[in-house]
């Protein structure tokens, strides 16, 4: 009997430190797998040189502009793209007023929009094409979205890019449906070239 108990005894003490052993490994498994720290993401609309800004806007197209950007309507990626483009570069104001909502307007009249002297939004005429247009996608609900806009400068004063938020949403229904911008702000607002002629009170 006593032969027997301690048998007992001892096979029970195994089972235990066995599985002591096992949780010890399970949880340094996981202590291992989770301590390095995740790298910092670049803080929004900060200045980037060239060849960071081509990195970041490289990495947010292989994760957001893929994965999610890709997935929204056509028409809506057009109505941004052609905004950006046609409107902030100011390659084709004609183009860019029929993708602005009311919003951006602010009253302006396609004249005034196309032919006047100002417009009454955010223009960025030195975004470098040559770089791809990078797009996060923020916020989406079928009918309207916000993106951060990642777009390259061709500024030599060693700003390599800029981050803009755009917004739009889904106007009409049916077959008239379509998508307008109604918002585009720079969160890192480009420098504004003084005139050489004014002194300023210098």
């Known amino acids: ?16 430190l066995l599985i002591a052993a096992i949780a010890v490994f399970i949880i ?28 970041e806007s490289e990495k947010a197209q292989a994760l957001e502009t893929n994965k999610k950007w890709a997935a929204l309507p056509a028409s809506a990626r057009l109505a941004v793209r052609r905004f950006i483009i046609d409107g902030a570069g100011e390659r084709n104001l004609a183009s860019a ?26 223009v960025f005429p030195q975004m470098n ?23 390259g400068s061709t500024d030599k004063t060693g700003r390599g890019g800029y981050t803009f938020t755009i917004g739009a949403a889904k106007a009409g229904q049916g077959s008239k ?15 504004v070239r003084a005139d050489p002629s004014q002194n300023f009170g210098g």
Do not use: C
């Open 1 to 16: 009997m006593s032969s027997q108990r301690t048998t007992r005894i001892i096979f029970w003490v195994g089972v235990a």
């Open 28 to 55: 340094k498994k996981s202590q291992g797998g989770s301590s390095a720290a995740p790298a910092a993401k670049s803080s929004a609309g900060s200045v980037l040189s060239q060849s960071q800004f081509q990195q």
């Open 97 to 122: 007023w029929r993708y602005a909502g009311p919003e951006i307007r602010q009253g302006f009249t396609y004249k005034q929009w196309v032919h006047g002297n100002q417009l009454p939004f955010q």
């Open 129 to 151: 094409l040559k770089q791809p247009i990078s797009y996060t996608l923020t916020s989406w609900n079928g009918h309207e979205l916000l993106a951060d806009v990642g777009i």
């Open 177 to 191: 449906a379509h998508w307008l911008v109604n918002y585009f702000l720079a969160k890192y607002t480009p420098p």
